[in-house]
C-alpha cells in the first residue's frame, strides 16, 4: 500500500515570495490533515479535511495561508507571502473515518504521516 | 481545548535500561490514542493506538498503556538499543477526528 506522498521536500525561498505544498494521502482516506512542525515542538494542526470540506482551520493564519482539496483526494498548502516565522517542516497526515459506531477490525482511525516538506524563509 | 505534554523532555540512557516515557492530556473525551516515533529530518512513525476501550497495546519491545480517565499514556520500552534513539510523540484522538500532539521526549541510548 502506497503512504502518503509529499512534495516538494526542500524549498527555500526569500520573504515576502510564495511557496506551494502538495499532499496525496492514502487511498481510500477521507480526512486529510495539515501540520506545521517548528523545530523542538510537536506538529501543530493547521487545517483538518473531511474528504473535500473544512473541519477545522482554527490554527490556519488565513491571511497568508490558504489550503484546498477540491476533488477530496490529493491537497495544496499555499503561503503567500511567506515570512521568516513561517521557516519549519510541513507535514501531511490521512486517516480513515471512523465512526463511532463504525469500528471494525481494519478501521482503526490510525493517522499515517508523510515525510514532510522543510520549508526555509530567509 | 486539549493539550497534550509529555514527561520527561529528553533522555539519555545506556543500553539495554528499560524506558517509561510519559504522555498526559487535559480532555479524556478521546476515542483513541497514538504514540509515533520521529527520526531527525524525518515524517513520523507510528508505533502504537490504543482504542479507548483498551487498557493496553504491545508490539515487540514496546508496550503503551492508557489510562484514559486520569488522562495519562505511558509508553515503556523494554532493553533500550541505540537505533531507538529518536524523539517520540503522543496524540490523543479527540471529536471530528482530530490529533493533538506533545512537545515529545527526544531519547538518546548510548551505545
Known amino acids: 500500500e502506497a503512504g502518503v506522498a509529499q512534495s516538494p521536500r526542500y524549498k527555500i525561498i526569500e520573504k515576502r515570495q510564495s511557496v506551494a505544498f502538495w499532499c496525496n494521502p492514502i487511498s481510500g482516506h477521507a480526512t486529510l490533515y495539515w501540520y506545521q512542525q517548528i523545530l523542538g515542538q510537536g506538529p501543530k494542526l493547521l487545517i483538518q479535511?473531511?474528504?473535500?470540506?473544512?473541519?477545522?482551520d482554527s490554527q490556519l493564519p488565513k491571511d497568508r495561508f490558504s489550503a484546498e482539496r477540491l476533488k477530496g483526494v490529493d491537497s495544496t498548502l499555499k503561503i503567500q507571502p511567506a515570512k521568516l516565522e513561517d521557516s519549519a517542516v510541513y507535514l501531511c497526515?490521512?486517516?480513515?473515518?471512523?465512526?463511532?459506531?463504525?469500528?471494525?477490525?481494519?478501521?482503526?482511525?490510525?493517522?499515517?504521516f508523510g515525510e514532510g516538506s522543510r520549508l526555509t524563509v530567509l | 481545548k486539549q493539550e497534550v505534554t509529555q514527561i520527561p523532555a529528553a533522555l539519555s540512557v545506556p543500553e539495554g535500561e528499560n524506558l517509561v516515557l510519559n504522555c498526559s492530556f487535559t480532555d479524556s473525551a478521546i476515542y483513541n490514542l497514538q504514540w509515533f516515533r520521529q527520526d531527525p529530518g524525518k515524517g513520523l512513525t507510528s508505533l502504537l493506538l490504543i482504542q479507548s476501550s483498551q487498557r493496553e497495546q504491545t508490539s515487540g519491545r514496546l508496550n503503551a498503556s492508557l489510562d484514559k480517565s486520569s488522562g495519562r499514556s505511558t509508553l515503556y520500552i523494554a532493553a533500550s538499543q541505540p537505533g531507538d534513539s529518536a524523539t517520540y510523540l503522543c496524540?490523543?484522538?479527540?471529536?471530528?477526528?482530530?490529533?493533538?500532539f506533545g512537545t515529545g521526549t527526544r531519547l538518546k541510548v548510548l551505545a
Open positions: 479535511f473531511q474528504n473535500n470540506g473544512v473541519v477545522d
Open positions: 496524540a490523543p484522538r479527540s471529536g471530528t477526528y482530530k490529533y493533538i
Open positions: 497526515a490521512s486517516s480513515q473515518n471512523l465512526g463511532s459506531f463504525e469500528r471494525t477490525s481494519h478501521n482503526t482511525g490510525e493517522l499515517f
